[in-house]
T-cell receptor
Framework: DQQVKQNSPSLSVQEGRISILNCDYT??????FLWYKKYPAEGPTFLIS?????DKNEDGRFTVFLNKSAKHLSLHIVPSQPGDSAVYFC?????????????FGKGTKLSVKP | KAGVTQTPRYLIKTRGQQVTLSCSPI?????VSWYQQTPGQGLQFLFE???????NKGNFPGRFSGRQFSNSRSEMNVSTLELGDSALYLC????????????FGEGSRLTVL
């Protein structure tokens, strides 16, 4: 049973426009959410995170929105740049409980076209 | 500050063999987690070690095992390799003082023939 779902395997966006990557989760005990970016032949790198007590977190061009009632979070990248082309993974954790490990989605491949 | 180092980066094995992968975490990090990445399944959690103790374990068969040493370095072992074990194995470390951020190595690419 997949607890973290990224239903779009790929997304193509024009340079300068907004990229919106979506993620749904099923476990209401998750209290921390993260986004990672992965380039080919490299390990994932941390991008941005949000605690379940917040509904928005911004870091430069990246903003994560959390809708707990819908069990949905999204990553907005504005403006999108060709260097943002990578696979983006959504991850969640239940740090208040016993499951302290991160549960990842299957990823969304973002392509930003010049 | 050196990042997470994984060795070997690439290896090829045949079915039935065993393999040992090594991970050196960021200096000062005491938690090491292992993940398996395959094209169809994304990143799947294998296990986490903290101070030489396994804290969490994912849903993998007993052929997958790991350990952590007193210097926080970790190894994972896969015995009786199967074709489906071909994957990128990623190690990540954490200080546990952070709010959940894992620092990943570049991974060990295992191919089972």
């Amino acid at each position: 049973d997949q607890q973290v779902k990224q239903n779009s395997p790929s997304l193509s966006v024009q340079e300068g426009r907004i990229s919106i990557l979506n993620c749904d989760y099923t476990n209401s005990m998750f209290d921390y959410f993260l986004w990672y970016k992965k380039y080919p032949a490299e390990g994932p790198t941390f991008l941005i995170s949000i605690s379940s007590i917040k509904d928005k977190n911004e870091d430069g061009r990246f903003t994560v929105f959390l809708n707990k009632s819908a069990k949905h979070l999204s990553l907005h990248i504005v403006p999108s740049q060709p260097g943002d082309s990578a696979v983006y993974f959504c991850a969640a954790a239940d740090y208040g409980g016993s499951q302290g490990n991160l549960i990842f989605g299957k990823g969304t491949k973002l392509s930003v076209k010049p | 500050k050196a990042g997470v180092t994984q060795t070997p980066r690439y290896l090829i094995k045949t079915r039935g063999q065993q393999v040992t992968l090594s991970c050196s975490p960021i200096s000062g990090h005491r938690s090491v987690s292992w993940y398996q990445q395959t094209p169809g399944q994304g990143l799947q959690f294998l296990f986490e070690y903290f101070s030489e103790t396994q804290r969490n374990k994912g849903n993998f068969p007993g052929r997958f095992s790991g350990r952590q040493f007193s210097n926080s370095r970790s190894e994972m072992n896969v015995s009786t390799l199967e074709l489906g074990d071909s994957a990128l194995y990623l190690c990540a470390s954490s200080s546990r003082a952070s709010t959940g951020e894992l620092f990943f190595g570049e991974g060990s690419r295992l191919t089972v023939l």
